[in-house]
């Protein structure tokens, strides 16, 4: 075990080894912080208080002793401290009290795993186990889910009164069957939900319909809860949780839980390709650091996002370091295996444990010494949470981002601001996307008629009207004496998945063993591009390599695939405007604004990239149909006097050399191939001066000078219709440089994955008549609010994408800001710059 | 309405489907027209009923009647049997000193299958015995929002019953009513009733000899009942009656109130004979199957001595072969429990005669721990484990008996010592 000092000498050796500290970019250093205690709050429960005692609990962080008032006075609360910080009882504190004096009142939690879920009961077991005395009215705590056997069910529908469960359940057999709930739901004081940053975009959406349909059966047994919330770190947990819950909440987010010195440290692996860009590999820097970290014995936690690389990085370290005991974890381990693991952990057996993000909600693991993080986990709050493992309440920990090649990780070790304190990342959800409300519409309307005049949670009620018009046009609703009753023989809660938010959805099944087993939907508009033959497609840490697509079944093969790279699709995009909601001027006549759009799509082919280095390893064609995706899009264009300087400034000669000996023998047997003639505006060669040739797709994007310079790639121009071609190409590998680098910071601001905001750029873009313009839209029909958060932070956007593209080592453009030379003709490094600085300055 | 019209080509072109069922589906959905079609008729003028009132309204009941002698294919379902088996076996004692007027035959069409609180009970058929001959009670949902009405119709017609008979109620009918009586927020009636559901019991009696235990099978195969044309199949109700919401036609509900009353009367029939079935096993004769089913409901209800006399009649009736084996040993257990032993040997080497390794192990255990015949033991185990080699079987199994055997080895060899 680590003592107190440990990672500060072990720090101090770091920082005169210059194999490591060369890389080391960034070094946060918290100081140590005492607990800000309280004594138990005076008005608790006595049984309760003697149990706290019994369990060694004999004051309250102030951040516990907070959320207990505020619950107590019947406020809804989002808990936000950090990693271990206790929240957990901030809500069974007031949870107990209420039921221990309320000898009916119930409450439901809600997790978003299983795993998470029976952690908790046993936590929630320690408290109750060790009440004294004992409640007038036992409180049976139970988890019902999936894996509840049917036998056990009816009890406990009928008795408990702490109910845990997650979102799929109450979806699909809770809420539709509330009749046998009557008990529970008449009582029903409290709704924890756990984790509620997980609960954005497409998921968040579901979710907060999801609080309206509860809220309209708690509403038929006369019952009134509370909300009790808990998130990670984000920019805006209270109008998140607002949100979701549709009801005032107060943030609780003053930390009063002590905890040790910590280090924080940016580690960026080193070029070994300045040139392209290309580093050394993030999960092998991760390995080395790891084997130092095993040597000065400190428990070690590795954070990968792949199975592929949980287990390359497993073996390494076993070979290297047989003397230490090294686990890894993920799902698709055993449940008893993970037990073992986590025990090990909390008893320091297990030294060194690599694991993917199955480790990093909630599961009790105990504290570690140090946390490393093979790249960045895709934001900032699982950042966050992953650091947060290690971190004991005293001595000192040490976490490490080590970063990949991506465009976001290099901006971060950049910009390390958006890692600490202050986090643009926004909980974005949309619970009035109206694929997602129709489909809660249609369940709660099984549940519970609808009668004329109901609201259904803030939704507009002309608005619900509409819905319930069309429900009732179709015949999936009658409406007779003011009530709106379910008419189709459909149970609809079975149609409907909370993790997608498309009209159609596509069946992903593995194939690989005797029989197809199903891993997973996709929305049919994404299937096109996500799980077309070819495609690697990454579900929980599990690699796949799509076999086939049928899409007149709707369904996908997959096999488990061990590959060392993932899948890029090259999509040939066109978009259509279909009305502007707001656009506003930037600069002279720059304009950026947002819309629906509809987005044309054909997946034309894809490449193969290696994970980490983001090396090119082959481009395969593919033919597939188009699709049609209507949603919301944001957009700007680029003002034409930017336009114009850019076109000024293309005004440099290349040096002739670097074409090649044989060149100017070229040069003239194109000249002469095309009489000497101007192929754009066809005027001759004036006597003293030859005209220029230009490669038609640029030099660099070939790897020999003779491969360029066939006759076949050149064209004859004169120099003033050289320099409008140049500058055209110059455009455009700007804009798609730009394209690149606000697609890749995007998912900074929205919280989403990268895959969630589609991207085109347009040097003649039809929707901004004709001007260059850059697009980022939703990828979710009718858009889930990601391009409209991004539209308001377009400043930000433009500012971020200057630091990230500036402060790139690379030579002209690389994959970890405007995206790789070979892909846009010039690397365009320059162009993007200067359309950049054109927009901030305006 | 037509402020909808917008929202409804916004959901049309983000693809969204709408439509009542997987089969009604279409990307491009059918509005239906919001005026009755001129097709339009009430039930009233479809089938014999009329208004009755309540408190919250009325409902519409339909009655029937039908003469003491009345017979429902072979059964005459005015009969008034026996119940002490059947009420035993069903926990429903009360059924024995019941007035026959007291039991009544539910049978509910609804509008899914899936149960949930989307689903609406629309007809319930009550069927029961009066002095003058069976009476049949239907009562239809006119429309979802007389629903307080028809259930406290359906209280009112209960009031006079105790004991309810269905046809898989316990999972389906009547959860599905007591739903609809808290929904109204109303107290259900069936919860103080006493329940037999047939299903069970028909699962128990004819699993082995009838490939669908569905009451519409049993009814053609065992009561010799014939549906006329106007009958229409199960899956098909739902779908009528949300026709019939949406267009008032009430034409098609005839079929559906037809098909309801051939439930009630068959749930009625089965129900007598059942009832004497179980009473009088031997005197009624039947399958030999159908008598092994009985013998083990018997010996399960603790009469083993009339088990074991059913089970001797059963044997000389047909079993088939594949489940010759397991009547014997289910035969041997009640002869053993009643101490039986020359019965009960017999039983077993007959069934180790037809292959059963079951048997073999039980007459090895015999020998070996009551007899103490450890060369006899012996014998039925090594036999067992050459019979074992002939076919798949468990490697527990095979490990067992080669462990028994060295047992019984050494036993004997001390014995011989002795």
Known sequence: MTTINQIDQLLSKWQNDPDIWDHVVHLRVTPAKDANLLPLPADMAASLRTSLENNQIHSLYSHQFAAWTSVLEGENIVVTTGTASGKSLCYQLPVLHTCILDP?????????????????????????????????????????????????????????????????????????????????????KFVVIDEIHIYRGVFGSHIANLIRRLKRIMNFYKSKCQFILTSATIANPAQHAAQLVESPVRCIDDDGAPHGKRYFALYNPPLVNPELGIRRSALGDCVTLAGKLMQNNTQTVVFSPTRRSIEFGLRALQMEQPEFNTRGYRSGYLPQDRRDIENGLRHGEVQTVIATNALELGIDIGNLDAALLAGYPGSIASTRQQIGRAGRKTGSALGVLVASANPLDQFLVRYPEYLFEKSPEQALIDPNNPIILLQHLRCSAFELPFQAGEAFGSLPTDLLQQYLSILVKSGELHYVSLRYYWTATRYPAQDVSLRNASANSVVLSDIAGQHPKTIGIVDYESALWMVHPGAIYLHQGEIYEVVSLDLENASAQLVPKDSDYFTDPKVEISVKKISTFEETLIGKNGKKGFGEIIVTSQVKGYQRIRWYTREILGNYPLEMPTTQLQTTGYWFVIASDIVAKLREQGLWSSDPNRYGSTWDQIKYLARKRDHFQCQVCRMFEPNDQAHHVHHKIPFRAFSSPEDANQLDNL??????????????????????????????????????????????????????????????????????????????????LIHDAKILVEGCSCVDGCPSCVGPGVEIGYGGKRETLALIDGMIQG | MDTSENLYEKLKSLGVKLGTSPANISLQPQLVDEVFPPSHQDIDSVVNGRNYETHFGSTFLIEKSFPLDYSHGIIHICEYPKYRIISEWSRCLELNTAEPHQIVFLDTETTGLAGGTGTLVFLVGLGFLSSTGFRLYQIFLRDPSEEPAFLTSLVDLLANHTILVTYNGKTFDIPLLNTR??????????????????????????????????????????????????????????????????????????????????????????????????????????????????????????????????????????????????????????????????????????????????????????????????????????????????????????????????????????????
């Open chain 2, 181 to 418: 009586f808290r929904l109204n927020q109303f107290a259900s009636p069936v919860q103080s009733l006493g329940h037999i559901d047939l299903l069970p019991l028909a699962r128990r009696l004819w699993r082995n000899r009838l490939p669908s235990r569905t009451l519409g099978y049993l009814e053609e195969e065992l009561l010799d009942v014939h549906r006329t044309q106007q009958d229409v199949p199960g899956w098909l109700i739902p779908d009528l009656y949300f026709d019939y919401l949406r267009t008032r036609d009430a034409r098609p509900m005839a079929g559906i109130i037809y098909h309801n009353e051939i439930d009630i009367l068959s749930l009625a029939g089965l129900f007598v004979m059942v009832s004497n079935l179980l009473n009088h096993p031997i005197e009624l004769h039947r399958h030999g199957l159908d008598l092994a089913a009985i013998a083990r409901l018997y010996a399960e209800l603790g009469y083993e001595d009339e088990a074991e006399t059913i089970y001797e009649h059963s044997f000389k009736g047909s079993i088939p072969t594949e489940h010759v084996i397991q009547v014997l040993l289910n035969y041997a257990k009640v002869c053993r429990d009643t101490n039986k032993s020359e019965k009960c040997l017999h039983a077993w080497q007959k069934a180790a005669s037809l292959g059963s390794i079951e048997a073999h192990l039980k007459l090895a255990k015999y020998y070996e721990h009551h007899t103490r015949e450890y060369l006899t033991a012996l014998y039925w185990t090594t036999n067992a484990l050459d019979l074992v080699k002939t076919i798949p079987y468990n490697q527990q199994v095979v490990a067992e008996l080669t462990h028994r055997k060295k047992r019984l080895e050494l036993k004997q060899s001390k014995a011989e010592e002795k």
């Open chain 1, 104 to 188: 009916e009142a119930t409450a439901l939690f809600i997790y978003p795993t299983k795993a998470l879920t029976y952690d908790q009961l046993q936590q929630i077991h320690r408290l109750t186990n060790a009440l004294s005395p004992n409640p007038i009215k036992p409180i049976p705590i139970a988890v019902y889910d999936g894996d509840t056997p049917s036998a056990n069910r009816k009890k406990i529908r009928e008795t408990s009164r702490i109910l845990l469960s997650n979102p799929d359940m109450l979806h699909t057999a809770v809420f539709p069957h509330h009749t046998l709930w009557e008990q529970f739901f008449q009582h029903l």
């Open chain 1, 715 to 796: 064209v004859t121009l004169c120099p003033s219709c050289h320099r409008k071609v140049e500058a055209t190409v110059r455009i455009r590998s700007g804009l798609a440089g730009l394209k690149y680098v606000v697609q890749n910071l995007a998912p900074l601001y929205a919280m989403c994955d990268v895959r969630d905001i589609g991207a085109y750029a347009d040097p003649q873009a039809e929707f901004a008549d004709g001007s260059p313009a850059v697009l980022l839209y939703d990828m979710v029909p009718a858009g889930i609010g990601l391009a409209r958060k991004v539209y308001e932070l377009h400043d930000q």
